[in-house]
């Protein structure tokens, strides 16, 4: 066994990458605004320097571990480099921190107060930038930007797409979208990403919590809410609930308390999604035409496909995703149910998701200009709304979800998980393939954390060849191969976000990978525990059908189920 010496005490070297790693092995905390486990080594942010014996002072991030180093990460110089560099930041930093999005978890706050800062001894160089509001789903502020670079990396590597990058020199660096156009006028898809990882309010998810608030206040709407399935095991993080709690029936009290009429589980249209979604593959696979089929229900993705692959969009999916299918089909079914004007009727959509804003504003999904959906709030500005209320969240009374809306099943519901979208078409498709029900509803192998994964199956004596992708930079791979004529998939799942929606931007924002494989877990209990694990068997689904929709893939399930993309 091969060892560094960490403060007097010798840490093994187990696999670790840099002396960063090793160091927190040791339990100490040492501070960084550029370091991501999931992103390259950047070592901007001059943080986690530490003293080398025989080498002086460096980068611990960017030193790889051997053995016999002994390093100090302490003394009275580290201490005064590190305030002298956070100082430096505050100098030019907007310090609107109690208004601020980012306040209960700006790691610049974090950092200031740990590394001691009392006052800052320099004077602004910088000029106020304006905000950028161009984008639905991001506020970008670079007067708070602190330079660590960490959005840039996330932009490029892990969604391969670009959108900000470095500008200028000297003390005008800045990280600004291309052309110096606003965020929302390049080819950012929205997905927040960058915000995840940003430490402090430079970017961060647009609110949508006063508009909503205005409505609920509003004695002449009907508010309803639909909850994506991936809110249910990220909320709870909010409030410190323990791992597996299941929160949705405390959220259900806290949106009732809050003033919405009624809240509706996007389960339900998720359900609906496997039905027309599956039928969409039977019938190309039958067919020979437009495979692979990619899905559909991740607006990061298809703003992506539309930008970058306008050739394989005949091989997208028509299917609207489950947000806009249940938009769609509330806003026809329930004016007429309740004997209200459907612009009294107001969806508020609560999702993992920061460019679900966006897709809920893209003008197919409006009737006269009177959106289907008409607020997205993420799970991050839920939690805000019930504190702001007062709720004490882990005291509320549970409440159960209103009906028929808010029934789903399993298979709906692992949609927010990576893979869960393949799994419930599956458990669709295979039954229609074979005529018999299945023995087993799990699908283990597409299951996993693996940022591209590919599965056969032999089902009915037909050969499925399935991938799933999570992160778009995966998706442009497995795009281009499909392009290039070298791809033998039947069916492709894309989400953008690492992990699926689960790890969607507008969760609270994981520490780990752990914490994403925590919600996937809980995400596919969630199933287990639910009565029925079959979009087909989901008889509420059925009953619209019948009363409403008329034929799977039919002219009404066309016109309010399906779309059409725009290159
Ligand atoms: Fe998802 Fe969805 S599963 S995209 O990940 O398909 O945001 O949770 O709501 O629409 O259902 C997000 C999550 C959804 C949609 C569903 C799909
Ligand atoms: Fe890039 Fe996504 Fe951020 Fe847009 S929201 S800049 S696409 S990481």
């Known amino acids: ?141 670079p007067n708070k930007c602190v330079l660590c670079g960490d959005c840039v990396r996330m932009c490029s590597e892990i969604q391969g797409i670009g959108a900000i990058g470095f500008a200028h020199r000297g003390h005008q660096t800045a990280v600004l979208p291309a052309f110096g ?28 919590m006063d508009e909503v608030l205005t409505a609920l206040a509003d004695p002449t709407k009907t508010v309803v809410a639909q909850v994506a399935p991936a809110v249910r095991v990220g909320l709870g993080e909010c409030f410190a609930s323990p791992a597996g709690d299941p929160v949705m029936g405390r959220m259900v009290a806290a949106l009732k308390r809050l003033g919405f009429d009624a809240v509706y589980d996007t389960t339900f249209a998720a359900d609906l999604t496997v039905i027309e979604e599956g039928q969409e593959f039977l019938t190309r696979a039958a067919a020979g035409e437009k495979l692979p089929q990619f899905t559909s229900c991740c607006p990061g993705w298809v703003q992506f496909a539309e930008q970058s692959f306008p050739e394989l969009l005949p091989n997208l999916s028509s299917c609207r995703s489950p947000q806009q299918m249940f938009g769609s089909l509330v806003k026809e079914m329930l004016p007429e149910k309740q004997g209200i ?54 005291s509320l009374e549970p409440e159960s979800l209103d009906m028929p809306f808010g029934f789903g099943t399993g298979a709906g519901v692992i949609f927010g998980a990576s893979g869960g979208v393949t799994e419930a078409v599956l458990r669709f498709a295979a039954e229609k393939i074979t005529g018999k029900p299945l023995a087993s509803v799990d699908f283990a192998e597409v299951r996993g954390d693996s940022g591209l994964r590919e599965a056969t199956l032999e089902v009915g004596g037909k050969t499925l060849r399935l991938a799933i992708v999570h992160g778009l930079a995966n998706a442009r791979a497995v795009a281009e191969q499909v392009v290039a004529g070298n791809s033998e998939y039947d069916l492709i799942e894309v989400m953008a976000c690492p992990g699926g929606c689960i790890g969607g931007a507008g969760q609270p924002v994981p520490k780990d990978l752990a914490d994403r494989k925590r919600r996937t877990k809980d995400l596919y209990q969630c199933d287990k525990t639910f009565p029925l694990h079959k979009a087909q068997d989901n008889m509420f689904v059925t009953e619209c059908y019948d009363k409403f929709l008329g034929d799977v893939g039919g002219h009404k399930a066309h016109s309010l189920l399906h779309t059409h993309y725009q290159s």
């Open 1 to 141: 066994q091969q060892f560094v010496t960490v403060e007097g005490r010798a840490i093994p070297i187990e696999g670790e990458r840099n002396l960063l790693e090793i160091i927190r092995k040791a339990g100490i905390e040492l501070p960084t605004f550029c370091y991501h486990s999931e992103l390259s080594v950047y070592g901007a942010c001059r943080l986690c320097l530490v003293e080398v014996a025989g080498r002086g002072v460096q980068g611990a991030c960017s030193t790889p571990p051997e053995p016999g180093l002994d390093i100090k990460v302490n003394t009275p110089q580290l201490r005064e480099i590190r305030k002298i560099a956070v100082e430096l930041l505050l100098a030019n930093h907007d310090l609107s921190c109690p208004s601020c999005f980012k306040s209960v978890d700006c790691k610049l706050m974090d950092v200031a107060r740990r590394v001691g800062v009392t006052s800052v001894r320099f004077k602004p160089v910088q000029e106020k930038a304006p905000l950028d509001f161009s984008s639905p789903s991001i506020i970008r502020d």
């Open 181 to 208: 156009k606003g965020l929302g006028e390049g080819e950012c898809v929205g997905c927040g990403q960058c915000a995840n990882v940003c430490p402090t309010g430079a970017l961060v998810p647009r609110s949508e």
């Open 341 to 394: 004007a459907r612009k009294d009727l107001i969806v508020v959509s609560i999702m993992p998701c920061t460019a679900k804003k966006f897709e809920a504003r893209r003008p197919e999904f409006a009737v006269d200009g009177s959106p289907d959906v008409d607020f997205v709030l993420t799970t991050q500005e839920l939690a805000r709304m019930i504190d702001g209320a007062g709720l004490r969240f882990n």
